[in-house]
């Protein structure tokens, strides 16, 4: 029985569909003939890029479904619509005003998480955006800078009128060149202005490379009120942070390591130093191995030597020999002109690369580079050793207080006031501070953590010593001191 249903089904179905096929072509319409097309050849090379697909729903129509794919071919391939480039993100979707609150939130740019409380709408001072800001770069993987300000500029004759919750944002606004005040005041009541904004993403630049295509963009612009609204900063906040984030493509995280490595580089504070760089190349062995030179306010200077055997390299087998800044500047042009594939590996104190894999094309061969870097017989700016410092940090361990200091002078005299006053003369040998016998005033301590401290200072004959901006760190007898220079 169910044999013979089934055949008067599709008996049915067939009589139906011959009356469909008779009633089209005695149209006036022409008839529409369905070719297959034949599926695409795409090669395997992985280029993500995030696309969206339209699926058919049984009930309602659906949204697209987006969806990574290996390269734009494959995508195309599957009829999706290519979005833009790298694997899709998770913020790709609208999000509601609520959403922009949590995330918020979640990120520590406001201490609110509902957005009836949020007052979305409202107008933002300047006090609540120094800390929207802030946090926003401090969630971003940027590297913080330091900026050197002068005494007192950010001392605020209207400190007593900034909410105490958000001084410290203030302050910290101030000390990375984002927020200015006027005349002696941080005014921190008034209204943020989209001309505030757009000067702060403009101070932002320097430190952040990437925002300067985001600050021409389109999106910079979407601010449209004459003041900022609460609502409309975190909206900003959430663009500039996904765009530090994704800018770049593929190479996004590559931009992200290359400013984090050079604000490293920069703050070390060297200026001289001896490099060994290798390369590997389809060449002659003299032209790959090892070589060993200096270098002097990013100058090579002197002769070239192999590092293996110390012999002099002559001719043009030095051709193409890098320092920091150009190995720098070499890992942007890679980025720039969007490279198949790049790799680099830096050093964690100073930032140098110390490895760079790039190759241009998956389709060339032989056009592959390979560099390896190490720095040796470091000399910072010793000029930068000379002024007034404070402990911060001793084993680990923060000091909440100032009473410990030390002072060098441009004579090459170190003198330390813990307890006691400690000093003794120095000489600088590559990373290491060579001090002279201490001498000592004798007064008793009653601190017990603040004498011993001041007896392990006093029995350094030799400190290894990193100079980063402006911190100072000495470590002798398995202790670690760290200074902040005032």
Not at 74 to 88: I, N, P, R, S
Not at 477 to 483: D, E, F, G, K, S
Request: hydrophobic content about 40%.
């Amino acid at each position: 029985m169910f044999k013979n249903w089934l055949i008067a089904v599709a008996g049915s179905l067939l009589l139906w569909f011959s009356v469909i096929v008779s009633a089209n072509t005695n149209s006036m319409e022409p008839t529409l003939i369905s070719v297959e097309t034949p599926p695409m050849a795409c090669t395997r090379e992985y280029n993500p890029v995030c696309a969206e697909k339209i699926v058919q729903c049984i009930t309602a129509p659906c949204n697209p479904v987006q969806q990574t794919y290996g390269n734009a071919c494959t995508a195309k391939a599957d009829g999706a619509k290519v979005l833009y480039e790298g694997e899709c993100r998770m913020d790709s979707a609208p999000m509601t005003n609520q959403d922009l609150v949590s995330r918020a939130y979640d990120k520590g740019l406001t201490s609110i998480s509902n957005l009836k409380d949020f007052s979305f709408d409202s107008k933002v001072t300047r006090e609540q955006a120094a800390k929207m800001i802030v946090n926003a770069i401090e969630n971003s993987n940027v590297v913080m800078w330091t900026l050197k300000l002068p005494a007192g500029s950010c001392e605020w004759m209207d400190v007593k009128s900034i909410d105490t919750t958000l001084l410290a944002s203030v302050n910290q606004s101030c000390k990375l060149g984002l927020f200015k005040g006027d005349r002696g005041n941080f005014v921190p009541y008034a209204t943020l202005t989209q001309a505030n904004l757009e000067t702060v993403l403009w101070r932002a630049i320097q430190f952040i490379p990437s925002l300067k295509e985001f600050y021409n963009s389109a999106v910079s612009k979407d601010l449209t009120s004459k003041f900022v609204t609460r609502g409309e900063l975190i909206k900003a906040l959430h663009a500039v942070t996904n765009f530090i984030t994704n800018a770049g493509g593929k190479h996004s995280q590559n931009q992200m390591a290359l400013d984090k490595a050079r604000t490293l580089w920069n703050n070390s504070s060297v200026i001289q130093y001896e490099f060994v760089q290798s390369r590997s190349c389809f060449c002659p062995a003299e032209y790959t191995r090892a070589m060993k030179y200096n270098i002097s306010g990013n100058v090579i200077t002197g002769m070239v030597s192999y590092q293996d055997d110390g012999s002099m390299v002559s001719g043009d087998k030095y051709e193409g020999l890098m320092t920091v800044e150009s190995s720098f500047d070499l890992i942007q042009d890679a980025i720039i002109n969007n490279v198949d594939s790049l790799t680099v590996q830096y050093d964690p104190t100073y930032g140098y690369p110390t490895n760079v894999s790039i190759d241009t094309s998956f389709q060339m061969a032989d056009e592959e580079m390979y560099y390896t870097f190490s720095l040796v017989n470091k000399t910072p700016n010793q000029s930068n050793l000379v002024g007034s410092w404070t402990l911060t940090n001793y084993n680990g361990l923060s000091i909440d207080h100032t009473g410990v200091t030390l002072q060098i002078d441009a004579n090459n005299r170190i003198s330390a006031h813990i307890c006691n006053f400690i000093g003794a003369n120095f000489t600088l040998s590559g990373q290491n501070m060579m001090f002279d016998a201490m001498m000592s005033t004798m007064m008793a301590c009653n601190d017990e953590k603040i004498t011993n401290m001041e007896s392990a200072f006093n029995n350094i004959t030799t400190a290894k010593y990193m100079l980063t901006g402006g911190t100072l760190t000495l470590e002798a007898n398995l202790n670690t001191w760290v200074w902040t220079k005032n």
